[in-house]
Nanobody, 127 residues
Framework: VQLQASGGGLVQAGGSLRLSCTGS????????????IGWFRQAPGKEREEVSC????????TYADSVKGRFTISSDVAKNTVYLQMNSLKSEDTAVYYC?????????????????WGLGTQVTVSS
């Protein structure tokens, strides 16, 4: 399984960005809806933290407390893509954002639940 994250960039505080995570190369017998997708981020000198996740059927989503009310996760099955709409960005949102996928029935909030990771996309919020 390959994951391609995109959409990062430089934005002023209060601005918005939309990250995309597109999946391909799914395991035999699996389709995009069989995978839970998570967004994680890691800032310099800090541990990786969960941002948001969505189940394959999109009936379950979670958000870290720090992004609730500002970020929205969604999926487009036809495009094999999960989006993370980020509004009202703050300087503390600056980090490399990674998307990850898992076909296991597991806690999507935990990074150890994921088997496949994409390369990160840098988000920089200037104050």
């Amino acid at each position: 399984v390959q994951l391609q994250a995109s959409g990062g960039g430089l934005v002023q505080a209060g601005g918005s960005l939309r990250l995309s995570c597109t999946g391909s190369g799914f395991n035999r017998g699996f389709t995009f809806v069989d995978y839970g997708i998570g967004w994680f981020r890691q800032a310099p000198g800090k541990e990786r933290e969960e941002v948001s996740c969505i189940s394959g059927s999109a009936d379950y989503t979670t958000y870290a407390d720090s992004v609730k009310g500002r970020f929205t996760i969604s999926s487009d099955v036809a495009k094999n893509t999960v989006y993370l709409q980020m509004n009202s960005l703050k300087s503390e949102d600056t980090a490399v954002y990674y998307c990850a996928a898992t076909a296991r029935y597991s806690d999507l909030r935990r990074s150890v639940s994921y088997d496949y990771w994409g390369l990160g996309t840098q988000v920089t919020v200037s104050s």
